[in-house]
Nanobody, 129 residues
Framework: QVQLVESGGGLVQAGGSLRLSCVASERSFSRYFMAWFRRTPAKEREFVAAMSWDGVSTYYADSVKGRFTISRDNAKTTAYLRMNSLKPEDAAVYYC??????????????????????WGQGTQVTVSS
């Protein structure tokens, strides 16, 4: 059972940056797609970004494209989400997730929460205007 632990959330002014980290407990992390989702009181869990097991392929929600960057370091069993130019509407609890998927499943799979078996506890991001 892979455990995921996020960190790096906090309070930032609009236009600022944060980097979230997600540490996995198992080396099998390197075989999983990793993704970030976010949730607000008004919205269900929303896809943010995903990355293939080898780091070659990345996928982003339109709302964060060009501002957020997902990355991973398999040697450290850690995934990251760099968030630049933050907006008040980016405020949410951010979750990392891991799932076993092939590189041929397509965007609709990678953005689907049901495809990910492993989830972290979440880290709060607050953006002040």
């Amino acid at each position: 059972q892979v455990q995921l632990v996020e960190s790096g959330g906090g309070l930032v002014q609009a236009g600022g940056s944060l980097r979230l980290s997600c540490v996995a407990s198992e080396r099998s992390f390197s075989r999983y797609f990793m993704a970030w989702f976010r949730r607000t009181p008004a919205k269900e869990r929303e896809f943010v970004a995903a990355m293939s097991w080898d780091g070659v392929s990345t996928y982003y929600a339109d709302s964060v494209k060009g501002r957020f960057t997902i990355s991973r370091d398999n040697a450290k069993t850690t995934a990251y989400l760099r968030m630049n130019s933050l907006k008040p509407e980016d405020a949410a609890v951010y979750y990392c997730a891991g799932g076993a998927m092939s590189p041929f499943e397509g965007y609709n799979s990678y953005r689907s929460a049901s495809k990910y078996a492993y989830w972290g506890q979440g880290t709060q991001v607050t953006v002040s205007s």
